[in-house]
């Protein structure tokens, strides 16, 4: 029974920590697509706007829909997001 336990508190710790992981890359992206930000010049306008919007989606999903999702679904977010946000890693 302790280890049933324990397990649903390792299941309830990872949700956690995927769900951080796509709240700090929202945050993170959008603060590096800022005018002032070091990746905003290695993007052009339309996929910049389009990321930004993709990002203002997942963090509204975050808030709202995503609230008790499971932790495969919070990697599924982040893999998406990640399609534009790691094309302008490379070029950054």
């Not at 949700?15 to 945050?27: C, G, I, L, P, S």
């Not at 399609?83 to 490379?90: E, K, V």
């Given at each position: ?38 990746r ?42 990640k ?8 070029r950054?």
């Open positions: 029974m302790e280890l049933d336990m324990f397990k649903a508190d390792r299941r309830i710790i990872e949700v956690k920590e995927m769900k951080n992981a796509v709240e700090q890359y929202v945050y993170d992206n959008r603060a590096y697509l800022d005018t002032y930000g070091d905003a010049k290695y993007v052009d306008e339309a996929t910049k706007e389009k990321f930004l919007g993709q990002l203002n989606a997942a963090e509204e999903w975050l808030y709202n829909d995503g609230q008790n999702v499971s932790k495969e679904d919070y990697e599924a977010k982040l893999n998406e997001l399609i534009i946000g790691q094309q302008i890693d490379r950054y």
